[in-house]
């Protein structure tokens, strides 16, 4: 089985024409490699606004992919709160961030893929995270890591956070017979890695560094780390930080796909490929070139 692992579109036809342009290319790649399934792992819009996520929806489903056994989506911090436009934007940015209505917007997102959730298993009908999804013999966990709105802990909201509620969810997940027998994949959108500065970074690179330390994070990892450990998870897929890389972490493997539209670190554009063999998981890195431009325009497609 192949399964591509996507994350961090921030698509926006309004704002950001390219990254549709791109998006088509990958799933045109996708289709190339005859993936038999698609994992995106969260900040599918740029903005979280309706237009965003029935131009998201319109492209999966042209390309047939807008399927549950062909997709799996999970949430990210910009399909919730979005995020600032320019640096001046972050001073008022919590302000808008104090206002969005946090369950609304989950909800928003789960209408908008919401046959991409057909067939999972929930642990309670209360809310659709956490779920699992069985894909042949794979068993997808898709969790949502974006915290709540607060102004201490989470002022710009893109910090991450699993609360209560989903640990406990998640508990039951682990500990029952659900995912026995299965390749356990967990879907999150928040990073788990250690950032750390470059030993040769500048006063103002360390800065920033120390920015998006405190307003990059995922609070609370220890108990997701025992639970990732109890019932031996192959992989974990995420996003967040823009970067492509592979890394392990109290010995379990993390997939990070971030840099699947814009790599911060000015690398190549690149999504995850893995093989699920019937003992063992390879993963493989698959560029993706920038198309030329369209000769038609993208409110066409809408």
């Given at each position: 089985m192949r399964i591509a692992h996507l994350s961090d579109l921030h698509l926006s036809p309004d704002h950001f024409p390219e990254r549709t342009e791109i998006f088509y290319e990958i799933l045109n790649t996708c289709k190339t490699l005859a993936v038999d399934h698609i994992v995106i792992t969260g900040d599918i819009t740029n903005q979280a606004k309706p237009k965003e996520f029935a131009h998201a929806r319109s492209i999966l489903r042209e390309c047939g992919y807008l399927d549950p056994a062909k997709l799996t989506v999970t949430i990210g911090n910009h399909d919730i709160f979005?995020?600032?436009?320019?640096?001046?934007?972050v001073l008022t940015f919590?302000?808008?961030?104090?206002?969005?209505d946090y369950e609304s917007k989950v909800k928003e997102f789960t209408t908008a893929f919401h046959e991409t959730f057909e067939g999972c298993k929930y642990v309670s009908n209360g809310s659709i995270f956490p779920f699992v999804k069985m894909v042949k013999d794979v068993a997808l966990v898709g969790i949502n890591s974006v915290a709540q709105w607060n102004s201490l802990t989470n002022p710009l909201g893109s910090n991450g956070d699993v609360g209560k509620q989903q640990l406990k969810k998640l508990d039951e997940i682990f500990s029952g017979e659900m995912l026995k027998g299965k390749t356990v994949l967990v879907l999150i959108h928040h990073h788990f890695n250690k950032m750390e500065a470059k030993k040769?970074?500048?006063?103002?690179?360390?800065?920033?560094?120390?920015?998006?330390?405190?307003?990059?994070?995922?609070w609370n990892k220890k108990r997701l780390f025992k639970l990732f450990h109890a019932s031996s998870v192959a992989r974990v897929l995420h996003g967040h930080l823009h970067h492509h890389h592979h890394y392990h972490r109290k010995k379990i493997s993390f997939l990070n796909a971030g840099g699947t539209m814009f790599p911060n670190d000015l690398s190549e554009r690149k999504f995850n490929l893995l093989h699920i063999g019937t003992k063992e998981i390879e993963h493989t890195a698959v560029s993706v070139n920038a198309p030329q431009q369209r000769k038609y325009h993208v409110a066409k497609r809408q």
């Open positions: 979005g995020g600032p436009y320019y640096a001046e934007d919590p302000g808008f961030c104090r206002k969005t040769a970074a500048g006063n103002l690179e360390r800065l920033w560094h120390a920015i998006e330390s405190s307003t990059m994070k995922l």
